[in-house]
Each structure stands twice: as C-alpha cells, then as structure tokens.
C-alpha cells in the first residue's frame, strides 16, 4: 500500500515529445557537464552568467515535481521541456517528492 502512494503522488513524468531537439539537449547535457564540476572561476562574465544559469536550471528541474504546491503548472517554460529531455535520454530522473 506504501508502495502504490507514493506512486500515486509521484509527479508526472514529462512526454519525451515535449523535449527540447536532441541536438540542444546535447548542447545543454554538455552545459550541464561543465557546470556540475565548475568552481566559478570564468574569466568573461557572460560566461560565468551562463554557468551560473545552468546550475540553477539543473538544481530546478531536479527538484520540480512539474506543479507549484497549489497545484498550478511551473511558472518556467523551459522546466517541462528539459524534464523530457532528461528522460528521453534515461539520464537520472529528478527527484520526486
């Protein structure tokens, strides 16, 4: 019975239809490489910018469940389409709440 609620308050997985293309998943799958292991450290601000930006991306789809507490969609457009994306392409799944 624990088993079947906590399936049933698993959040949905995202259609792989609505993934991002494959050719920009893998452009941010590489992003995201660089950022898990980067200190921060970029020369040009833009890029620090756009690293910083990836962490935040990969923090928030790990932990979007796909709705806000109230039961609305998330407010960002880009979640559901990098949630499919990371599915499509069995990387680990987000967390589920």
Known sequence: AA???AMARAPP???PADALADADARKLFALFDHARCCPGH????KHAEVCTAAKFV???CRDCAG????GEPCPFG???PVRAAIAKHHLPP???K
């Open 3 to 5: 088993a079947a609620d």
């Open 13 to 15: 997985t995202p259609e």
């Open 42 to 45: 970029h020369k040009c601000s």
């Open 58 to 60: 990969m923090l928030h």
């Open 67 to 70: 709705t806000l507490p109230s």
């Open 78 to 80: 880009w979640c559901g």
């Open 94 to 96: 987000p967390l589920t």
